[in-house]
Nanobody, 115 residues
Framework: QVQLVESGGGLVQPGGSLRLSCAASATIFRFYGMGWYRQAPGNQRELVATITVGGVTNYADSVKGRFTISRDGAKNTVYLQMNSLKPDDTAVYYC?????????WGQGTQVTVSS
């Protein structure tokens, strides 16, 4: 049973923007904090941003001031607005609960920042 589905990735030039979406089941969305994670080739998966059920957000230092996480209760969707993208942001981006649940990993969405 698919619980989380990511979308919105793509190829963007340095300095550009993308908005990622994560459609969640109503149960997950209602009861869990959510997070965006990313994994670049050869690297471990890392936490990028989190948002609590109440809307409190937190960010990795590497994306602070450039990325914004938000959640829409009407759509059971979590977003990651990414601005001022850098080549180092290139990775597969995943959403999951926070703390993460190993059973909820989806396919992710590829973000490539390149000129």
């Amino acid at each position: 049973q698919v619980q989380l589905v990511e979308s919105g990735g793509g190829l963007v030039q340095p300095g550009g923007s993308l908005r990622l979406s994560c459609a969640a089941s109503a149960t997950i969305f209602r009861f869990y904090g959510m997070g965006w994670y990313r994994q670049a080739p050869g690297n471990q998966r890392e936490l990028v941003a989190t948002i609590t059920v109440g809307g409190v957000t937190n960010y990795a230092d590497s994306v602070k001031g450039r990325f914004t996480i938000s959640r829409d209760g009407a759509k059971n969707t979590v977003y990651l607005q990414m601005n001022s993208l850098k080549p180092d942001d290139t990775a597969v981006y995943y959403c999951n609960t926070y703390p993460r649940n190993v059973g909820y990993w989806g396919q992710g969405t590829q973000v490539t920042v390149s000129s």
